[in-house]
């Protein structure tokens, strides 16, 4: 897998129309009493200022022949004609030049891989990663040779003399553990999220604000298997922000796509 230089891209978030409900009288009677509290007469404003990295894509084989050991042929047979690859996606969403941070409510950020018959096996972090690490935490995590992620039962000792990838909020390197062929050590930063692969070679994440700021550099992993001839991978990114409605409804809600 090669990898043209690193570029950090920006995104345009563009608002939805606006919807309208069904409010009994009273509410709608204080809505309209207080229309610059209730967001009804707000300007649409970007949230923040939102960039994505391009997604790096690290060939596990070619990490693990660094180790000088050969690959069992039970995973060899079971992988066939294709190849793990670990993707590694960072989202920031910066506060505005010159303004204060904003709260939004969530984020999002899907992959969407094009042109190439790849399948998605695991993405980091999900549901299981958050029950065992706090936000600020660094998370340790085992990957199979075939992709699969899962959190080991004890610390994965890792092969000396072999370099690890240092990337933005992770670590990846060989580990001598049976299952787990690579010890993958990541940085949590939010205590929702909701993780999945999607469609062929996709990867889906949806993050919700609680407590802790969005303004800071998200990581995302992905494991997929690609055709073993692949050279490249062409992808489109779709992200989106999205800020809650008052009393708990969908009134003054407002989405960014």
Same mark, same amino acid.
């Given at each position: 897998?090669?990898?043209?230089?690193?570029? *950090?891209?920006?995104?345009?978030?563009?608002?939805?129309?606006?919807?309208?409900?069904?409010?009994?009288?009273?509410? +709608?009677?204080?809505?309209?009493?207080?229309?610059?509290?209730?967001?009804?007469?707000?300007?649409?404003?970007?949230?923040?200022?939102?960039?994505? =990295? +391009?997604?790096?894509?690290?060939?596990?084989?070619?990490?693990?022949?660094?180790?000088?050991?050969?690959?069992?042929? *039970?995973?060899?047979?079971?992988?066939?004609?294709?190849? !793990?690859?670990?993707?590694?996606?960072?989202?920031?969403?910066? !506060?505005?030049?010159?303004?204060?941070?904003?709260? !939004?409510?969530?984020?999002?950020?899907?992959?969407?891989?094009?042109?190439?018959?790849?399948?998605?096996?695991?993405?980091?972090?999900?549901?299981?990663?958050?029950?065992?690490?706090?936000?600020?935490?660094?998370?340790?995590?085992?990957?199979?040779?075939?992709?699969?992620?899962?959190?080991? %039962?004890? *610390?994965?000792?890792?092969?000396?003399?072999?370099?690890?990838?240092?990337? *933005?909020?992770?670590?990846?390197?060989?580990?001598?553990?049976? %299952?787990?062929?690579?010890?993958?050590? #990541?940085?949590?930063?939010?205590? %929702?999220?909701?993780?999945?692969?999607?469609?062929?070679?996709?990867?889906?994440?949806?993050?919700?604000?609680?407590?802790?700021?969005?303004?800071? !550099?998200?990581?995302? #992993?992905?494991?997929?298997?690609?055709?073993?001839?692949? =050279?490249?991978?062409?992808?489109?990114?779709?992200?989106?922000? %999205?800020?809650?409605?008052?009393?708990?409804?969908?009134?003054?809600?407002?989405?960014?796509?």
């Amino acid at each position: 897998m090669s990898h043209d230089e690193m570029t *950090t891209d920006e995104v345009t978030l563009s608002p939805t129309s606006h919807t309208d409900f069904e409010v009994d009288g009273v509410l +709608r009677q204080l809505m309209e009493s207080r229309p610059v509290h209730m967001g009804l007469r707000e300007n649409w404003d970007p949230p923040f200022d939102l960039r994505v =990295k +391009r997604p790096l894509a690290i060939d596990l084989r070619t990490l693990w022949e660094q180790t000088g050991l050969n690959i069992p042929p *039970t995973i060899a047979a079971t992988l066939g004609p294709r190849r !793990p690859v670990l993707l590694h996606h960072v989202v920031t969403p910066f !506060p505005p030049d010159g303004q204060p941070p904003r709260s !939004p409510w969530g984020l999002g950020y899907e992959f969407v891989a094009q042109g190439i018959d790849a399948n998605t096996e695991s993405v980091v972090p999900n549901d299981e990663v958050l029950q065992v690490a706090t936000v600020g935490q660094n998370v340790e995590l085992g990957i199979e040779f075939g992709g699969a992620v899962g959190i080991p %039962k004890a *610390t994965l000792e890792l092969i000396p003399d072999v370099p690890g990838v240092s990337l *933005t909020g992770a670590r990846v390197t060989a580990s001598t553990n049976q %299952k787990f062929s690579f010890a993958l050590s #990541m940085s949590i930063t939010l205590r %929702k999220v909701v993780g999945a692969p999607v469609g062929i070679g996709g990867a889906k994440w949806t993050m919700y604000r609680q407590d802790e700021p969005l303004n800071c !550099p998200h990581t995302l #992993m992905q494991t997929l298997l690609v055709p073993e001839n692949a =050279k490249k991978l062409l992808c489109k990114i779709r992200t989106w922000a %999205k800020q809650a409605g008052y009393f708990g409804l969908r009134i003054g809600e407002k989405f960014w796509s």
